[in-house]
């Protein structure tokens, strides 16, 4: 159900980031147009690309490529004769064209490449911090005071999870130790881990209540 409504957000997200850089292109396109004066083609070829650019740093490939092919058409309609028709007379200008839209295609790419790899890096650097936070705490517990449910808690909190469970197999039975957001996790979450009747590797722990 949770992977079901993160995938859910995304294909939101990225199609309000299609919707809002075709539009972008689409104003470009009116802006350029009206300033016919000033501008010309090269000039909103580079505005395109600057929008596919864009549209790759905050958005993902898809939405990227898909601006590429919105802002492809858009220069082929306005601005490559016949003006006002997707057919093209000149040679020359299918080069451009082309030249234009593999110029886009591999901007998006790099630019998507690049930005989800920074995403990577602050992802990682911030799992490092996490725990060597952790690390740092689980040494500072005294062993007379560290208990598995403790461990949870502070993994939940440190590692900013709603839930968090620690399964011990020992006495013939599974032990559950606890550390959540919320008072009560929800089923699904609870007991999301298949626990196995009968381990490889059984290591006997005594209950929580039993230690010093």
Same mark, same amino acid.
């Given at each position: 159900?949770?992977?079901?409504?993160?995938?859910?957000?995304?294909?939101?997200?990225?199609?309000?980031?299609?919707?809002?850089?075709?539009?972008?292109?689409?104003?470009?396109?009116?802006?350029?147009?009206?300033?016919?004066?000033?501008?010309?083609?090269?000039?909103?070829?580079? /505005?395109?690309?600057?929008?596919?650019?864009?549209?790759?740093?905050?958005?993902?490939?898809?939405?990227?490529?898909?601006?590429?092919?919105?802002?492809?058409?858009?220069?082929?309609?306005?601005?490559?004769?016949?003006?006002?028709?997707? =057919?093209?007379?000149?040679?020359? @200008?299918?080069? /451009?064209?082309?030249?234009?839209?593999?110029?886009?295609?591999?901007?998006?790419?790099?630019? /998507?490449?690049?930005?989800?790899?920074?995403?990577?890096?602050?992802?990682?650097?911030?799992?490092?911090?996490?725990?060597?936070?952790?690390?740092?705490?689980?040494?500072?517990?005294? @062993? @007379?005071?560290?208990?598995?449910?403790?461990?949870?808690?502070?993994?939940?909190?440190?590692?900013?999870?709603?839930?968090?469970?620690?399964?011990?197999?020992?006495?013939?039975?599974? =032990?559950?130790?606890?550390?959540?957001?919320?008072?009560?996790?929800?089923?699904?979450?609870?007991?999301?881990?298949?626990?196995?009747?009968?381990?490889?590797?059984?290591?006997?722990?005594? @209950?929580?209540?039993?230690?010093?």
């Amino acid at each position: 159900m949770m992977i079901f409504a993160s995938r859910h957000r995304t294909a939101l997200r990225r199609s309000g980031l299609i919707l809002a850089f075709a539009a972008a292109i689409l104003c470009a396109t009116r802006l350029t147009l009206e300033y016919g004066t000033i501008t010309n083609a090269p000039t909103a070829a580079f /505005s395109f690309l600057i929008l596919v650019l864009l549209s790759a740093f905050f958005g993902d490939l898809s939405v990227a490529i898909t601006t590429s092919v919105v802002a492809t058409l858009c220069f082929n309609y306005f601005y490559l004769p016949p003006v006002g028709t997707f =057919h093209i007379d000149v040679f020359s @200008d299918w080069i /451009s064209l082309v030249a234009f839209l593999l110029t886009a295609v591999a901007i998006s790419g790099l630019a /998507s490449s690049a930005a989800k790899n920074a995403g990577r890096a602050s992802s990682l650097d911030k799992t490092l911090s996490q725990l060597t936070e952790f690390g740092g705490w689980l040494l500072s517990v005294p @062993d @007379d005071r560290l208990t598995l449910t403790g461990i949870a808690e502070e993994g939940a909190r440190i590692f900013s999870l709603e839930y968090c469970s620690i399964r011990v197999y020992g006495g013939g039975k599974w =032990h559950r130790y606890i550390g959540a957001a919320a008072p009560d996790a929800p089923p699904a979450t609870a007991n999301w881990l298949p626990l196995k009747d009968h381990p490889t590797n059984v290591i006997e722990l005594v @209950d929580e209540d039993e230690l010093g």
